[in-house]
């Protein structure tokens, strides 16, 4: 198995397929993202001028995957035709890191909805053995990402104490989603900075960032339909200052507005990342 302590560096964007012709134009100038992510499952068996173009991309700047349908948590078999051909996307692209969420997607069909795994003994030695099943078929360590929930049934300990243990026994990477951990301290009302702090934060492959929707003042919904928000900002903040500056990845996928827009937040995540306060700290 390939051990992973990549070199990701800066601030990504999670490319959509509908921005390929104007980022190609872009290559040749200045403030582009650092790196690039897609899902696998949105490019499998695609071909002609998108597989072309999306090839142009990969051999110009670093890309991660964050897959959608593995199902991890879930009862079902793991789908190892999946894994296989996630394999060999991921070589053909020369992928830096390939993540996971720590969820499960339904059982006989996928739902591709992030349902909650129950946060027990028992669910963390059932999830433990699909990674490491994944690992060894991918020949890779994987990152898991932390997942927004609204619910936490049967839970029997933290959810940083699942999220770690998990980490920990499956000897993978973690995905650190910021917005996903301050969504969740709102949901189910726990400290977001004591979170960070007691993750596994050598473990750290990248970072997500999002925006939400605020249904009321005690319920968040990830939406990744809008900006990020001030208390998402300060938290990354706090992040940096804890673990210093990680790869951070920007989440984008409904209300989604012009490229130039989205470069700018990408922008706003690489001027925090430069700045002189948190870089002093996080040293």
Not at 152 to 172: G, H, L, T, W, Y
Not at 203 to 213: K, P, S
């Amino acid at each position: 198995m390939t051990y992973l302590r990549t070199t990701l560096t800066g601030a990504g964007l999670g490319l959509r397929r509908s921005f390929l012709p104007e980022l190609l134009s872009k290559l040749s100038v200045s403030g582009l993202p650092d790196f690039l992510e897609v899902a696998p499952e949105n490019w499998l068996g695609v071909g002609g001028r998108h597989a072309r173009d999306l090839s142009r991309l990969t051999e110009a700047l670093p890309f991660v995957c964050h897959g959608l349908s593995l199902s991890l948590g879930g009862p079902a078999p793991l789908d190892e035709v999946l894994i296989s051909q996630t394999r060999d996307f991921l070589d053909r692209h020369n992928v830096v890191v390939y993540s996971e969420h720590l969820s499960y997607t339904g059982d006989e069909g996928h739902l591709y909805d992030l349902l909650p795994i129950p946060m027990t003994e028992e669910a963390i030695a059932h999830v433990v053995a699909r990674i490491s099943r994944t690992q060894d078929l991918l020949g890779r360590q994987i990152a898991i990402e932390n997942v927004s929930t609204y619910a936490s049934p049967f839970a029997e300990m933290s959810e940083q104490s699942f999220v770690s243990e998990v980490v920990k026994q499956a000897d993978c990477l973690l995905l650190l989603d910021v917005n996903n951990v301050y969504v969740n301290s709102v949901n189910h009302g726990f400290d977001p900075k004591q979170y960070i702090s007691n993750m596994p934060l050598e473990r750290i492959a990248y970072l997500h960032v999002a925006g939400h929707f605020q249904q009321s003042p005690d319920l968040l919904i990830d939406t990744h339909g809008a900006d990020v928000c001030d208390e998402v900002w300060q938290l990354l903040a706090y992040t940096y200052k804890v673990c210093g500056v990680q790869p951070t990845l920007l989440e984008r996928d409904f209300n989604i507005p012009t490229l130039d827009s989205l470069l700018a937040s990408v922008g706003d995540i690489q001027k925090l990342q430069q700045c002189e306060e948190v870089k002093r700290e996080s040293a």
